[in-house]
C-alpha cells in the first residue's frame, strides 16, 4: 500500500478507502473524523463524528446536540480499528480539543495535523510531533516572513497601553473558540486581575473553557440589553473580530482598537481594519515551527494543505524531503 491509496483528497475532503472515512470533509459524509471545532473544520450534518471530548462539546455548543447522527470520543493516545484501519488521535496545540490524526495500515503512517502550533498556550495541550512516513502540514503562515512573537511581549504591550492611556477602553479584536480564551489566559498569567469584559458572542465558549479547568479568572458582559451601562473607561473588552466595525463598539469610552492575530504582522492588514494596537498572537505555527516539526516528525513525505503552499512544498524540496501540494477547499484562516 502506498500513501495515496491510504489517504487521497476528494471534492468532500481528504478521504481514507480503506476505512472508509474522511478527516475534516467540507460537506457531509457518513463518518467523519474531525480534528478541532473551528468551523472550516467541523460541519454539521454528518452520519457519524469521531473527534475529541471537547471538540465533540464545542461542535454541540455550536451547532446544537443534534449536529451528527453519531457521535465517538477519541481519548487522546488511544489508538481505535475503524474498517482495519489505526487511529490515534494526539494533541495539536491549537485551541481546546485539537488533534493531530495518525492514521495507520499495513506498516504505513500518515499524520493529518489539521491546524496547529508550538508555541506555548495554557488554554490547551501542547502539540506533540509524531513519528510519521507522510505528514500533512497547514501551511496557514508559510512564508519566512511570519515568524511570530512572544505571545507575552504582546500582552505586555496590551497591558502598557492600558497605563498610558487609562481613560480609553482597549477592545481586543479575537476570534470567538480559541483566541479569546487564550488572550484572557495569557492576561492573567501576566498579573491582570481585573474584571475583564466580553462579548455576548464569547459567553458560552468562555464558560466551557472553565468548566473544563481553564481558569479565566473575573468576566462580565460587556453589555446587557435594556442597559445602557458601558464597561469603565480603561477596562479590556474582548470581542469577536466583527464586532469591532459595528454600531456595538461605538457605545465604550473613547475605544481604543486592539487585534490578535498572526496576520499583525501585516502593516497592510493593520490599516486595512484600523488597528490601533496590533497583537501578534498566532493559534497557527509560524515558518520556524512548520519547518521544525517537519523535521521532528522524520517524515520522508510531506503534503502541503489550506495556505502559502508553494512555498513549504520549496523548502521541502530543498532540503530533501517530498512534498506536494494537496489544493483542498474550504479550509480558511478562521481562526485568525
Not at 57 to 72: S, V
Not at 161 to 189: D, M, N, W
Not at 281 to 305: C, K, M, P, Q, Y
Request: charged content about 20%; proline content about 6%.
Amino acid at each position: 500500500m502506498n500513501a495515496r491509496q491510504l489517504l487521497r483528497s476528494r471534492p468532500e475532503g481528504l478521504y481514507c478507502p480503506s476505512g472508509d472515512f474522511f478527516i475534516d470533509p467540507v460537506r457531509p459524509v457518513e463518518r467523519a473524523l474531525i480534528t478541532h471545532g473551528h468551523s472550516d473544520h467541523a460541519r454539521a450534518g454528518h452520519g457519524a463524528v469521531m473527534a475529541t471530548r471537547e471538540t465533540l462539546d464545542i461542535m454541540g455548543l455550536r451547532y446544537g446536540t443534534g449536529f451528527a447522527g453519531r457521535m465517538q470520543e477519541a481519548r487522546l493516545g488511544e489508538t481505535v480499528t475503524v474498517n482495519g484501519v489505526r487511529v490515534t488521535f494526539h494533541p495539536a496545540g491549537h485551541v481546546l480539543g485539537s488533534a493531530q490524526i495518525s492514521v495507520e495500515a499495513n506498516g504505513l503512517r500518515i499524520v493529518a495535523s489539521g491546524d496547529y502550533k508550538r508555541s506555548r498556550d495554557p488554554t490547551c495541550a501542547a502539540f506533540e510531533p509524531i513519528t510519521c512516513d507522510v505528514f500533512i502540514t497547514e501551511a496557514t503562515f508559510g512564508l519566512p516572513v511570519f515568524t511570530h512573537p512572544d505571545p507575552a511581549h504582546e500582552i505586555s504591550q496590551l497591558l502598557t497601553s492600558l497605563k498610558q492611556f487609562p481613560e480609553r477602553t482597549h477592545i481586543v479584536g479575537a476570534y470567538s473558540l480559541g483566541k479569546a480564551q487564550r488572550v484572557i489566559a495569557l492576561l492573567r498569567e501576566a498579573g491582570y486581575g481585573e474584571t475583564i469584559y466580553i462579548h455576548g458572542a464569547l459567553a458560552r465558549l468562555c464558560a466551557y473553557y472553565e468548566e473544563t479547568g481553564v481558569p479565566l479568572g473575573p468576566l462580565q458582559p460587556a453589555t446587557v440589553e435594556g442597559k445602557a451601562d458601558a464597561p469603565p473607561a480603561g477596562a479590556i473588552v474582548v470581542a469577536p473580530p466583527s464586532a469591532m466595525d459595528d454600531r456595538w463598539s461605538r457605545r465604550f469610552a473613547d475605544p481604543l482598537s486592539c487585534f490578535a492575530s498572526g496576520w499583525m504582522r501585516i502593516r497592510q492588514r493593520v490599516r486595512q481594519r484600523g488597528v490601533e494596537l496590533p497583537l501578534i498572537i498566532s493559534d497557527h505555527a509560524d515558518w520556524d515551527e512548520l519547518t521544525a516539526s517537519i523535521r521532528d516528525t522524520g517524515a520522508s513525505e510531506v503534503w502541503v494543505t489550506h495556505g502559502r503552499e508553494e512555498a513549504l512544498v520549496r523548502w521541502c524540496e530543498l532540503n530533501g524531503i517530498s512534498a506536494r501540494p494537496l489544493h483542498l477547499a474550504g479550509y480558511e484562516d478562521e481562526a485568525e
